[in-house]
């Protein structure tokens, strides 16, 4: 007998009528029309199954702290940075923890199974390396979470920066970062990110920095990264998130980083929500988006992710752990209003971000994980268009959260008793 028997299932695909099959927490079979014993059932109704939602790219350390000690008034990533510097003296373990279980919570809801954060480095206490190591530790039943050693202050510009990373890595975080565009000097940008490739390749780690959030197009730390990146031999292992610079790039110029980074195997991260909210505070008008450019990217071959970046801390004080958004921004920002585009965007949020994340058993095939969300919509392009309602989450075939459907009851006398917003299709 299985243990979990999903059928009349769409899958992200298009195929429909699908049945999954559950057995020992993984997908056994897919295929149309399966009728078997099972322990439980769940019929789909034509509804979209899609494999679990993944943000790349976080800061758990910092989240949900909006408003301590104030609010970040400009709105720029230079004065969150300065606000998180006055937010550290003050920090406790128990509150990191605290929140940061409140936003697994959150994100379980929403049907994200698995997050990469990045945790700052630079306070020689290790204060919140030790806090989010206590959160991994404790959501792993649930939740996947990766832990990048990111130096917030600079590994060069930071007095013992590159020590206390090191110290770090060796307590069991599992990512090198970087933040090459805060170093003093461009120069100690690009030394920087030949440093922090060379530690990763040592230690046999993958590589995630932050690359070029600037609105400056002369910060090409991108270019070292992905050079670093072949000469090393880290191919698939490295990625550059943010990478805002290039939306203010000469053509010329991107038309030779973009085969570079695609040559290198870097991947690449853009943040919507945050990128768009931070860059072009200095611009009067036109203002610019400031999100990298992902559709020339994609057209390149290169993996590109979106991540969600901040949730209320000192850097942007909205959010709720809903990848669908950060999917639903991505496409406007990118003008990515195609049907392929949109569902490129839902890729984004899911197997791009899995393969930047390197999730072993993602996906709805035979072997993968049994981990996967029913969601209120018959295909990608009307999950992000309704930020769709989790109506299940599974994760290795266990149960994990589940939503009433979003409707509204109509007192219209000549027309339906409800609607759920969505499409009225032939």
């Not at 007095?159 to 090459?180: E, H």
């Not at 809903?322 to 984004?348: K, N, P, W, Y």
């Amino acid at each position: 007998m299985l243990d979990l028997l999903v059928h009349n299932a769409t899958l992200p695909d298009g195929r429909s009528g699908m049945s999954i099959a559950v057995q020992g927490g993984r997908i056994i079979e897919v295929t149309a029309g399966l009728d078997a014993p099972a322990a439980e059932r769940l019929d789909a109704q034509g509804l979209l199954v899609a494999p679990h939602f993944v943000d790349p790219h976080f800061h758990m350390d910092a989240t949900l702290s909006y408003g301590l000690p104030r609010v970040n008034q400009s709105g720029t990533l230079l004065e969150g940075i300065a606000l998180w510097g006055e937010l550290k003296p003050l920090l406790t373990a128990e509150a990191l923890i605290e929140r940061a279980l409140a936003y697994c919570d959150w994100a379980v809801a929403k049907g994200l199974l698995a997050i990469r954060s990045h945790v700052d480095t630079s306070d020689p206490s290790l204060l919140a390396v030790d806090a989010l190591l206590e959160v991994k530790r404790r959501v792993a039943p649930y939740l996947d979470l990766q832990l990048v050693a990111f130096p917030q202050d600079g590994v060069l510009r930071s007095p013992g920066g590159v020590d206390n990373l090191k110290r770090a890595l060796d307590l069991g975080l599992d990512v090198v970062g970087g933040i090459p565009h805060f170093e003093r000097t461009m120069a100690d940008g690009a030394a920087s990110v030949k440093l922090l490739c060379e530690l990763a390749a040592e230690r046999g780690l993958p590589v995630d920095m932050h690359c070029d959030e600037s609105d400056d197009p002369l910060s090409r730390h991108i270019e070292t990264l992905a050079f670093e990146a072949q000469r090393l031999g880290l191919r698939g292992r490295v990625t550059g998130s943010h990478c805002t610079s290039m939306h203010s790039m000469d053509n010329y110029y991107v038309s030779k980083l973009l085969p570079l980074i695609a040559e290198a195997g870097v991947s690449v991260i853009a943040n919507p929500l945050i990128n768009i909210t931070l860059q072009g505070r200095h611009d009067s008008y036109p203002k610019r988006r400031g999100m990298t450019r992902v559709p020339e990217l994609m057209a390149q071959g290169v993996n590109v992710a979106f991540g969600h970046d901040c949730v209320m801390d000192p850097w942007y004080g909205m959010g709720s752990g809903d990848m669908l958004e950060v999917a639903h921004m991505g496409l406007h920002v990118a003008q990515m209003t195609s049907q392929r585009g949109i569902r490129q965007c839902f890729d984004a949020v899911t197997v791009n971000a899995a393969k930047v994340f390197g999730l072993d058993g993602y996906g709805l095939e035979a072997g993968c994980d049994a981990s996967f969300v029913l969601l209120q919509a018959r295909d990608p392009v009307e999950a992000i268009r309704l930020r769709a309602t989790r109506l299940k989450v599974y994760r290795k075939g266990r149960l994990l959260a589940e939503t009433p459907a979003a409707t509204a009851a109509l007192h219209l006398a000549t027309r339906p008793a409800a609607t759920a917003w969505m499409h009225p299709k032939n």
